[in-house]
């Protein structure tokens, strides 16, 4: 049983990791970022609001987040474990995700960080392409679809993100380290959090998720 959070800063590879770990241990990725671009698309009035904050690259409001989650995490799919990525990203959301967790009688596993340098972060926020449809990533420079511009998996356009743009991306990351690092501390303070060194070729990093997940997964 593993109840996770996957944190890291953006374009750590979060979305990435979580894909690969879903396959493994058969839980839900719950991605609050694939939740609220979902409302977008679809043009619900949630996702219209969102689409406001989201496109330069700031938070929603605690509350919208908060209240997707709160549901989403009681649907059945859930019941045995989940994955969180995206989520908390404030001191606020943390509190309220304690107690979602307390009124359901069920305990996180722990906190896994992405470790990665700024460095890497910038160039894999550049490179990001994702399809229109499935919503796979893939990267210019590190990992290229087999045909420039197409999805691998299903076929579809591949597009750059409008949050990915170079502007955008320092704002989010000036973001990231006013509204989120703060979480490190939070979590440190539960003995919840989990570094993981995720620098250098990608399979080992993912490797060293998976060994962090082995030691905290409860049967
Ligand atoms: P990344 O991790 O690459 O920044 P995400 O897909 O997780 O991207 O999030 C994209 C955008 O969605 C964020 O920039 C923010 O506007 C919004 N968002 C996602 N999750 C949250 C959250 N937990 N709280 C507030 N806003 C969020
Ligand atoms: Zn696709």
Known sequence: MIRIILFGAPGAGKGTYSSELIKKYKVPQISTGDMLRAEVKE???????????????????????????????????AVNGF???GFPRTVTQANSLDQMLRQMNIELSGVIKIEISQETILSRLTGRRVCTNCG???????????????????????????????????NRLAIYQKDT???????????????????????EALARVFAALEKMAKV
Do not use: S
Not at 49 to 69: R, T
Not at 190 to 202: F, T
């Open 181 to 203: 690092e703060p979480l490190i501390e939070f979590y440190k303070k539960k003995d919840l959090l989990r570094p993981v060194q995720c620098e250098g070729p990608y399979n």
């Open 43 to 77: 043009g619900t009035e949630l996702g219209k609001e969102a689409h406001e904050f989201m496109k330069h690259g700031q938070l929603v409001p605690d509350q919208m987040v908060i209240e997707m989650v709160h549901k989403r995490i009681q649907e059945p799919d």
């Open 83 to 85: 994955i969180l990525d």
């Open 136 to 170: 796979a990533t893939f990267n210019i420079a590190t990992m290229k679809p087999k045909q420039e511009g197409i999805c691998d998996k299903c076929g579809h356009n591949l597009i750059q993100r409008p949050d990915d743009k170079p502007e955008t991306i320092l």
